[in-house]
């Protein structure tokens, strides 16, 4: 599994960004996936997760009612949409394949990492 997240960037208060995650090499279709962030000095954080059909979503409460997260399997291809960004949503965003099928929020439930796209939000 090689996973490679893109469309972070560099965005004002109040504006979206959408991001994806592809994966370029075996397919994780079976698996649950999810997006994690993380801010200079702070430890990785869970921001949402999807299962593997995609009937099954969890939501860090700070990004609850802002972010989406989906996924096309066939497309191997996951997303996370963000609106309403706030200065405090910036960071490194990774997204992870998990070892189970369901939704998880623990850094330990994933076994694959893409290699990070950033986001910039600025008041």
């Known amino acids: 599994v090689q996973l490679q997240a893109f469309g972070g960037g560099l965005v004002q208060a109040g504006g979206s960004l959408r991001l994806s995650c592809a994966n370029s090499?075996?397919?994780?279709?079976?698996?649950?996936m999810g997006w994690f962030r993380q801010a200079p000095g702070k430890e990785r954080e869970f921001v949402a997760s999807?299962?593997?059909?995609?009937?099954?979503?969890v939501y860090a409460d700070s990004v609850k009612g802002r972010f989406t997260i989906s996924r096309d399997n066939s497309k191997n291809t996951l997303y996370l949409q963000m609106n309403s960004l706030k200065p405090e949503d910036t960071a490194v965003y990774y997204c992870g394949a998990g070892r189970y099928s369901t939704a998880r929020s623990e850094v330990s439930d994933y076994s694959y990492w893409g290699q990070g796209t950033q986001v910039t939000v600025s008041s």
């Open positions: 090499r075996r397919t994780v279709s079976n698996n649950g």
């Open positions: 999807i299962s593997w059909r995609g009937s099954s979503t």
